[in-house]
């Protein structure tokens, strides 16, 4: 089992190489069962071209493309010091098994193990090749877990006090996630997505009753009043910047009425999504769209395309008048119109329980989380982490308890929204300052059911 060293931590500007020492040392304690040697890297730069070979043909989701780590990374990760620790293994004939993309970092003073992008990737799970599990049995991965457990608290630079994984998909791929053979717990929320068949025409019917397409038509020809109602998608980086920040204040506005802490007020995030949506190298990973109606952006969505599957992000809408006729609905129908016209196999709702999310839907499952002490001073930590996981987990899923949590929350939130209201009548909506005239009606550009 060959083993590199983490040269780009000590020194960012230092290649990695080969280090025969640690090779010798690690191939006295014998050969890993499933034949797989593995390579620890610091810098994502190091393994770049490996890792986007591999995600075009290994089973992953789209939180862990090449393009979506990196640019947390640099926007987030840097800002808290996050450290990479990408675990590349490989059969012996060479071909690439695994790629775990993992960090450490501090907390409480301690340092930790987790998924590089944890908190903002929906999926947090290993890239395989798409016969790991048929040539890796779940007792050999759980071997090859502890092997590089050992291996990594033997070095300075990425020894840790506590593991603390979250949101795990069941499945990667066809294939059932290995990171499930640890002792888990389940997530406070699932996932659910649609596969799609025939047109738009077709689907909508099957999913949708005909009391429910009356209704859809009735609220379509509330908003029409406003002005003509047109489905964007994005045509240059301009336009998709304007349209990011648009959604982002809608949903800065949302998260304040729900009392839910803002995500883009935390160090790096506006950044993140703006940069992933106006990037020349993320331009084929990312769908920027609107709704508008007459000259007001009514909603808002940044997707993700990977593979044969549409990733439903991040959506807003509007807390006007045109709020009461569901422009948010809308526009995700408009979405998924978008992503069968593409030719795409699935629409994911990504991770969350909303009612709508259930009416689309069709295939359900969970997400794992997994929280372990690796040395006496983590255990605090790691109980710590279940517990939290475990209080969420049961309000989430005691309906009561839920809907309090969610009224407090609200109430709360109330407060300042005000003052959020005001700062944005005071600024025009950026989308609606410079946007451009673009994409089909919505009323000509396909027949309604």
């Given amino acids: 089992m060959g083993v590199m060293p983490l040269t780009a931590l000590r020194?960012?500007?230092?290649?990695?190489?080969?280090?025969?020492?640690?090779?010798?040392?690690?191939?006295?304690?014998?050969?890993?069962?499933?034949?797989?040697?593995?390579s620890i890297h610091g810098e994502l730069s190091a393994v770049e071209h490996d890792w986007r070979r591999f995600q075009e043909r290994a089973d992953c989701t789209v939180f862990q493309t090449y393009d979506w780590i990196e640019t947390w990374q640099k926007h987030v990760g840097a800002r808290q010091r996050v450290k990479p620790a990408i675990v590349v293994g490989r059969f012996t004939d060479g071909e690439i098994a695994f790629l775990l993309p993992f960090c450490i970092e501090k907390k409480y003073g301690l340092r930790r193990l987790r998924w590089l992008g944890q908190d903002l990737c929906d999926y947090n799970a290993p890239l395989l090749a798409r016969d790991f599990s048929r040539r890796v049995e779940p007792d050999r991965f759980l071997a090859i877990w502890q092997i590089l457990q050992a291996q990594m608290q033997s070095d300075p630079l990425l020894r840790h006090d506590w593991i603390d994984f979250a949101k795990m998909p069941k499945q990667v791929g066809d294939q059932i996630n290995p990171f499930g053979y640890l002792e888990v717990t389940t997530n406070a929320s699932g996932v659910h997505l649609a596969?799609?068949?025939?047109?738009?025409?077709?689907?909508?019917?099957a999913k949708r009753s005909s009391s429910t397409r009356r209704r859809d038509r009735s609220k379509r020809a509330h908003l029409a009043k406003y002005g003509d109602i047109?489905?964007?998608?994005?045509?240059?980086?301009?336009?998709?910047?304007?349209?990011?920040?648009?959604?982002?204040?809608?949903?800065?506005?949302?998260?304040?009425?729900?009392?839910i802490p803002d995500l883009f007020a935390r160090p790096g995030h506006r950044e993140f999504f703006l940069d992933l949506a106006t990037n020349p190298a993320t331009r084929q990973l990312v769908h920027i769209s609107r709704t508008e109606v007459g000259a007001t952006s009514a909603a808002a969505n940044l997707g993700l395309v990977f593979g044969d599957c549409y990733y439903h992000v991040l959506a807003s809408y509007t807390d006007g008048e045109l709020s009461n006729y569901g422009p948010g609905i809308?526009?995700?129908?408009?979405?998924?119109?978008?992503?069968?016209?593409?030719?795409?196999k699935r629409f994911d709702f990504t991770i969350g329980d909303e009612p709508y999310k259930l009416e689309w839907s069709d295939t359900d499952t969970q997400l794992y989380d997994?929280?372990?002490?690796?040395?006496w001073r983590g255990q605090p930590a790691s109980l710590a982490a279940d517990l939290r996981r475990h209080i969420k987990r049961v309000i989430k899923q005691t309906p009561w308890l839920w809907r309090l949590a969610a009224d407090v929350r609200s109430r709360i939130g109330s407060k300042s929204l005000p003052?959020?209201?005001?700062?944005?009548?005071?600024?025009?909506?950026?989308?609606?300052?410079?946007?451009?005239?673009?994409?089909?009606?919505?009323?000509?550009?396909?027949?309604?059911?």
């Fill in 230 to 259: 047109r489905f964007v998608t994005a045509a240059d980086a301009d336009d998709a910047r304007r349209t990011v920040e648009t959604l982002m204040e809608q949903k800065s506005r949302s998260f304040a009425h729900k009392g």
């Fill in 370 to 375: 997994f929280a372990a002490p690796v040395t």
């Fill in 195 to 205: 596969h799609l068949t025939g047109n738009w025409e077709t689907f909508y019917v």
């Fill in 11 to 38: 020194e960012a500007s230092a290649p990695e190489t080969a280090d025969t020492g640690a090779t010798a040392r690690v191939a006295r304690r014998g050969h890993l069962p499933t034949q797989i040697r593995f």
């Fill in 419 to 449: 003052a959020l209201r005001r700062a944005a009548r005071s600024t025009p909506s950026a989308a609606d300052a410079g946007k451009k005239q673009t994409g089909a009606s919505l009323k000509d550009n396909r027949a309604k059911p």
């Fill in 330 to 344: 809308l526009h995700l129908r408009e979405m998924m119109a978008y992503a069968i016209g593409r030719g795409l």
